[in-house]
């Protein structure tokens, strides 16, 4: 359903802009390696050095309200068949399940769209979309479906009472319900998930915490996905953003996604 | 007199039974001692105010995390499974909620208080970035191993 919407929504949005892609992912990449040297100098300069996306917080210091966290993917990078990021999110996250499972858990999906018209198609990961008016929190009758302050929405699941409201309110179907018990080899120790609760991406915000990137960026080999602070005009994705067009899938609905895709039939 | 015998009799007995309670109180033989390494330094709190106010610090502590971010630190769930672990003695791993050594259902086994931490927490501690970079014997991608280092220097901020 989503992904039809998806298509109908966006289909005059014909862009390659490979070439620039790469040199923002080139000069992403730099900073990193500059950040990188420096902070094997000293601790000291370690904050100072780090580049905007991956701006650390201290242990113990709460988050900071002025960024959102947002993604750019860049689907003319992102190959059919390729589950790099649903594997590296099953094994950061812990909700692989059987295989055949009718009832899995799923943080994050690959999914090839086509234009009915003109057959054109591309492949994309999908999530939760982060948004900046999220529909499953404004239904959750607990308050334990949340938004943080830095715009990541995730679930409180020492308040989830699984009425799964929030799972029927969600345009994006990015939402799941924990039907079994989670055995003890299968337990995050940063992404506790349990019986009876509704579950879903929360940016791996364990990760974002301590001044990582989310483990689908990381592990994505084009380095499609591009993870920073929208409210920051410098960061880089800010940056490409500004370079090249891009869509939030139903924008209609209004609920200003988090991630965006640079091309979408 | 007959009076002040009875007097004294009453404070003879008082005294016994103060003695018997204070007694009971200091060898402290009946609850349970919970284990707790303290080469990696102090519990956040004295261990008899840990025993009235741990929920308290544990509840506030979750909010925390949820809806601020805050990770890491020494009020951090790893941190209390780490000074906290029992080792099995055959096998040398950390002992899970499964074995009633476990430090959380040394107490709580004996209150009879059963709690639903770890139907969905994990009840070992997990390793740190820095000792999977040793484990794994790699250092990954750049990004990689930017946060890992940055994991070493904090100390690890996994919770």
């Known amino acids: 359903m989503t992904e039809h919407s998806a298509s109908n929504e966006t289909r005059k949005a014909p862009e390659s802009a490979a070439a620039e892609m790469d040199a923002a992912r080139r000069e992403f990449m730099r900073n990193i390696a500059a950040a990188s040297v420096l902070s094997l100098g000293g601790g000291l300069t370690l904050y100072a050095a780090a580049p905007r996306e991956a701006l650390a917080k201290k242990p113990g210091e709460p988050l900071d309200p002025k960024k959102r966290w947002g993604m750019l993917i860049d689907t003319t990078k992102c190959t059919s068949g390729c589950e790099k990021c649903v594997e590296a999110c099953k094994k950061e996250n812990g909700w692989e399940a059987e295989p055949g499972s009718r009832t899995d858990v799923q943080w994050i999906r690959k999914v090839d769209v086509k234009d009915p018209a003109t057959g054109f198609m591309a492949s994309l990961p999908v999530m939760r979309q982060h948004c900046a008016n999220p529909p499953c929190v404004d239904v959750c009758p607990t308050g334990a479906s949340m938004q943080r302050a830095d715009g990541i929405v995730q679930v409180n699941m020492h308040t989830c009472i699984g009425c799964r409201y929030c799972m029927m309110a969600c345009p994006y179907k990015a939402r799941s319900f924990v039907h079994e018990d989670i055995p003890e080899e299968r337990k995050r120790f940063h992404a506790p998930m349990g019986k009876g609760c509704v579950t879903s991406c929360n940016f791996c915000a364990h990760r974002v915490d301590s001044g990582r990137i989310p483990a689908c960026a990381e592990a994505c080999p084009e380095g499609a996905m591009l993870f920073g602070d929208l409210n920051d005009p410098n960061s880089a994705i800010s940056q490409r953003l500004k370079e090249i067009p891009s869509y939030q899938i139903r924008a209609d609905l209004g609920t200003d996604n988090g991630i965006r895709y640079t091309r979408l039939p | ?159």
């Open chain 2, 1 to 159: 007199m007959r009076a002040i015998r009875q007097g004294m009799t009453a404070a003879l007995l008082g005294g016994v039974v103060f003695a018997a309670v204070l007694g009971v109180a200091q060898a402290g033989d009946l609850a349970p001692k919970v284990p707790i390494d303290k080469s990696k330094g102090d519990c956040v709190l004295p261990g008899d105010q840990m025993r009235k106010q741990h929920m308290n610090i544990l509840m506030h502590r979750r909010d925390d995390t949820m809806f601020n971010g805050v990770r890491g630190g020494k009020r951090s769930l790893q941190a209390c499974l780490t000074c906290h672990m029992v080792k099995d003695e055959t096998t040398g791993k950390p002992v899970t909620i499964e074995s009633p050594k476990h430090f959380c259902r040394v107490c709580h086994d004996f209150t009879a208080v059963k709690v639903d931490c770890w139907s969905c927490h994990k009840s070992v501690p997990e390793e740190t970035a820095t000792q999977a970079m040793l484990k794994d014997g790699k250092l990954g991608g750049t990004g990689s191993m930017f946060a890992r280092l940055r994991g070493f220097v904090q100390g690890g901020a996994n919770d």
